[in-house]
């Protein structure tokens, strides 16, 4: 913080009006499918997840998209008043991992098309955002979905396709197989320095949600295709065995501060 200035993230002032986002806890609400699957290449993962994480021999890895409302750290009525600045897609690609004992995924490829959400991802939790070009059809009857119901998501970035997913739905999930908990997310918060070709700041963080509230939650079958781009390395994780999908219509949920595992 600057001194008598006011913000979470630059620009800093006096009267703090001027930074994009609030601090933590987050409140996101809205839509997610994912699917699981394991890679064509299961040695491919140790060339997008550095130690001290580890990887499992044959990790599972999960591509998600997202269709959420958020409030930028400042309150759900900024939410209710400013609908500009508090929608986003986002499509993750996120590789199995542990440390020391815990298991969780490293979100190692992401995309979103909202510059607030990005910023403070990148600035405060260290998740490897870039700006995407994200569509996720919406079912016409959002109130009484059916077996068979196909909803696809698709990520472009400059002109080219990097991710088409799409999932049909196939039973409900029963009430004894909802997921219990909250899941733990990896990343490696880096920035660099402004004096020399390395990183000022390396983290370890743990993050995820600290409260997750669903509503009905529905299996899936899918289909993913990773596509090859500018600067991305998506089409190196591509699928050899899809093991499972969900659609979740409506999911709520609060993101809070990470904590830091390790810095170097």
């Known amino acids: 913080m600057l001194a008598d200035f006011k913000g979470c993230g630059s620009p800093q002032t006096q009267r703090g009006i001027a930074s994009p986002y609030g601090p933590p806890p987050w409140h996101m609400s809205g839509r997610v499918f994912t699917i699981w699957y394991r890679l064509e290449n299961p040695d491919e993962a140790r060339n997008h997840v550095a130690p001290p994480l580890e990887v499992p021999a044959d990790p599972i890895c999960r591509a998600r998209f997202y269709d959420i409302i958020h409030d930028a750290g400042k309150g759900d009525e900024w939410a209710a008043l400013n609908p500009e600045q508090t929608q986003f897609h986002e499509a993750v690609v996120a590789i199995e ?21 990005t910023a403070w991802a990148r600035e405060v939790i260290g998740w490897p955002l870039k700006a995407g070009k994200i569509s996720m059809s919406r079912p016409w009857n959002t109130h009484d979905l059916q077996p068979g119901t196909t909803i696809t998501g698709i990520t472009e970035r400059f002109g080219q396709r990097l991710m088409s997913a799409s999932i049909t739905l196939t039973a409900l999930v ?12 990896f990343t490696y ?44 390395e998506l089409h190196f994780l591509r699928p050899r065995e899809i093991i499972g999908a969900e659609y979740w219509p409506q999911v709520d949920l609060t993101v809070g501060y990470g904590r830091i595992l390790e810095q170097w």
């Open 97 to 117: 991992t542990s440390y020391s004992g815990i298991n969780g995924d490293y979100s190692v490829h992401s995309y979103s098309d909202d510059a607030t959400y």
């Open 174 to 185: 029963p009430d004894e197989q909802r997921p219990q908990g909250t899941p733990s997310w």
């Open 189 to 232: 918060k880096v920035i660099p320095s402004a004096e020399k070709p390395e990183a000022d700041i390396c983290q370890l963080i743990l993050g995820g949600p600290t409260r997750v509230d669903a509503g009905p939650i529905w299996q899936a079958t899918a289909t993913l295709e990773l596509g090859e781009g500018l600067n991305d």
